[in-house]
């Protein structure tokens, strides 16, 4: 939590600066509605939706580093979800029939943050498909993020299993030798234990 608010704080208090900046505005323009009045399956729906996106913020952020496409998505996100925190505030404050910028609030960062969270998803798949060639002459046809070793950043020893049998079947149709070099050092845990 410390390294995401250390990476990403300015764009989770913005976000909190401003849903708090719209939520006293609509108190300091209206009324809060009675119980009875309260429409809960928009409440539900809206409240709901603004929830699910901060979440995906969260998830985006805490899974991502810092950098241009984490900004564009972030804020894409950010926009959205204020603007359905808007609309979920309307549920339970009245305003003035005579108030028009409740509607601009409401509705102008939904496109707003449509489009930067299509141009993060442009740029994220331009990331990828670098991320994938490069990950393409390591992995060659397979990927499974299972079969990653936890500790190491190496694969464990089924996907060392599964790729040495796909290498072995593309060396007997090519017709070339194969060859699998491994290394014993010894007293290893030590060296791991003092170097890390």
């Known amino acids: 939590m410390k390294a995401l608010l250390k990476l990403h704080g300015l764009t989770l208090a913005g976000l909190l600066l ?20 309260i429409n809960w399956m928009d409440v539900a729906g809206e409240g709901g939706t603004c929830l699910i996106l901060c979440g995906w913020l969260i998830m985006l952020l805490s899974g991502r580093p810092a950098g241009w496409v984490t900004r564009l998505l972030s804020l894409g996100l950010c926009c959205i979800a204020f603007s359905m925190w808007m609309d979920s505030l309307d549920e339970f404050i009245r305003l003035p029939q005579e108030t028009v910028w409740d509607n601009w609030l409401e509705t102008a960062p939904m496109p707003l943050g449509m489009l930067l969270l299509t141009l993060g998803m442009y740029h994220l798949q331009q990331e990828q498909r670098a991320i994938s060639a490069q990950m393409r002459k390591r992995e060659h046809l397979q990927r499974d993020h299972r079969l990653f070793d936890k500790l190491t950043p190496l694969s464990g020893a089924q996907y060392l299993r599964q790729h040495l049998q796909q290498a072995l079947q593309q060396a007997r149709a090519e017709h070339q030798p194969l060859s699998l070099v491994a290394i014993d050092l010894d007293d290893f845990s030590l060296v791991n234990q003092r170097y890390g």
């Open 18 to 37: 401003a849903a708090n900046a719209g939520l006293l505005l609509y108190l300091g323009a209206g009324e809060i509605k009675s119980w009875a009045e």
